[in-house]
Each structure stands twice: as C-alpha cells, then as structure tokens.
C-alpha cells in the first residue's frame, strides 16, 4: 500500500457545514467529504481490495465507493487533513492481519484456586438460607 500513490486516488468535495459559525457559515464551504473507489484503484493490489471489501463492505456505496465526512473544524484544509488521516487509519485498521489465536489451558493451581472460590460463594448463600423447621 503506496501511501502517496493512494493519496493521488482521492477525490475531495467541499460542502457547506452545518452547525455554529453565524452568517459565515452561510459562504464557506468547510466540510470535507472523501471518495475514494475501491474497485479502480491502482494502487491496491488484488489481495488488499479483496480484505477491504470484506472489512468495510457495510461502509462503502454500491459502486464500492469509501465515502467519508468531516465537519470537525471551521477550517476547510484542517478538515481535509482530519478525513485524509481518518483514511489512512481505516486503511491499515482493515488491512491488518487477524493475529492468530493460540490455545492456552489454565494452570493446575488457577484451576484450584476457581474450584475453592466456588464452594466459598455456595458456602455463603447456603448460610443465607433459613434453618429448617422442627
């Protein structure tokens, strides 16, 4: 994954922001929103497109496009550094490989030590009860 070769990929629409801001807001178009299409991209290889349709198939469009939105600041550029960074994070997030689970067996004394807090707990509640009737 060529972060600078995926970067190129990008498409950027500016988009008026909601929120405070008073009669400015009204001018500027400070949200961000980020395209990016999966399917036609060169900078992935097959394997890599393959695992983010899988990963973030309930985040893409039906034209296997990865939108994303950013309103966070006042600031037109910030937000396009905020989205472009959030990208990236997703990207490495949903391309990371599942780290292999190995199997463990409890020690013999944690096995011991889980059997005694039992009896210690049924102890307890057999003492709450109400001693029986003669």
């Known amino acids: ?7 190129q990929e990008l498409q950027f629409k500016a ?9 400015h807001v009204n001018k500027v ?3 961000i929103e980020l395209a990016f299409d999966v399917s036609n991209s060169k900078a992935l ?9 899988v990963k973030l198939g309930n985040r893409l469009t039906k034209e296997n ?14 937000n396009k550094g905020l989205v ?6 997703i990207l490495e997030k949903a391309l990371k490989p599942k780290k292999k689970r190995r199997k463990t067996k409890p020690s013999k004394s944690a096995i011991e030590k889980r059997l ?6 049924a ?12």
């Open 1 to 7: 994954m060529e972060k600078e070769e995926l970067r």
């Open 15 to 23: 988009i008026r922001s909601s929120g405070a801001g008073g009669q």
């Open 29 to 31: 178009s400070s949200k």
């Open 45 to 53: 290889s097959a394997w890599e497109k393959e695992r983010l349709f």
């Open 65 to 78: 496009i990865l939108l994303l939105l950013c309103d966070e600041t006042r600031s037109q550029h910030r």
């Open 84 to 89: 472009i960074d959030r990208f990236f994070e």
């Open 116 to 121: 005694k807090s039992k009896k210690k707990e």
């Open 123 to 134: 102890l307890k509640k057999i003492r709450r009860s109400k001693p029986p009737m003669e």
